[in-house]
């Protein structure tokens, strides 16, 4: 049976809503066909038969396991993984490893909440960031790869959320109090959506998102919250990524390499 709308929007607003409705999903399929485009040149240009692949999580990370599988004929990648990550390799048909029996990974590809112009990324977005980072940091060549909308010049450009700093619970607020006093800014308990309480990683911590002010030397700032009693890991990785694969509007791919040290 069908049911009347509760009300009627006057001819000239309804349009708009349509107008509205129209872009946004057609920005949001933009967006996905760039995380899969992104994703299935980083697989073709980076993986190679019978190699230690880690992958992180994400929705960007969907597009690169969908290219292992499509390429299972002829590559036999072995994946290591995060707790996340293990339904979508199993679901593929691809091998699952691990870091006991893989403990330096040919390769790693994992998706950024935003990358600059240096390749140091923003990521934890989903609240991953330390598994996500043990296992980029354990690989001979790290890979991210991001929609175009992650692309910036300087960190903070686009996203808009802070870094991600996973904590022991007992010593968030004084974790807290210390970030905001020496870099400014502002530091947040991240809270969960479907469930009362803070978001509880899969290390059984909390995350902080601090909103930064201005930050000259990322590769400090991330040593220097780092040795603070009580945190477990940052959303920072600088000078770990070798290349950014960025999905862009015109359909094209851009490439980019870190700079020669
Ligand atoms: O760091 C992450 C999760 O902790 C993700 O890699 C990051 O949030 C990007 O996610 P998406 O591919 O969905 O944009």
């Not at 899969?36 to 396991?65: E, M, R």
């Not at 400090?220 to 009693?229: D, G, H, R, Y």
């Not at 862009?248 to 040290?261: F, L, Q």
């Amino acid at each position: 049976a069908s049911s009347s709308p509760p009300f009627s929007l006057p001819s000239s607003l309804s349009c708009c809503t349509h107008v509205l409705g129209f872009s946004q999903s057609a920005a949001a399929n933009m967006a996905e066909e760039a995380k899969k485009l992104a994703a299935y040149s980083a697989v073709d240009n980076n993986v190679q038969n019978n190699q230690a692949v880690g992958v992180g999580s994400g929705s960007t990370i969907v597009y690169a396991v969908d290219r292992l599988a499509q390429l299972l004929g002829e590559l036999k990648p072995m994946l290591s993984l995060l707790p996340q990550a293990r339904q979508l390799i199993l679901q593929h048909g691809l091998a699952l490893s691990d870091l006991e029996r893989h403990p330096e990974l040919d390769v790693a590809i994992d998706g950024a909440d935003e990358v600059d112009a240096q390749l140091t990324l923003i990521k934890g977005g989903g609240g991953c960031l330390t598994q996500e980072k043990i296992i980029a940091g354990n690989s001979k060549c790290f890979v991210v790869i991001a929609d175009y909308r992650k692309d910036s010049s300087v960190l903070g450009e686009q996203w808009k959320k802070g870094v991600p700093i996973e904590v022991i619970p007992m010593a968030y607020v004084p974790v807290s109090r210390v970030i905001a006093k020496r870099f400014g800014g502002e530091v947040n308990l991240r809270m969960a959506v479907s469930k009362a309480g803070p978001v509880v990683t899969d290390n059984s911590n909390f995350i902080l998102d601090w909103k930064f002010e201005d930050v000259q030397n990322w590769s400090e700032v991330n040593t220097a919250i780092k040795m603070i009693p009580g945190v477990v890991e940052t959303g920072l990785f600088v000078n770990m990524a070798e290349r950014a694969y960025f999905g862009m509007e015109d359909g094209s791919v851009k490439v980019r390499k870190a700079p020669a040290n």
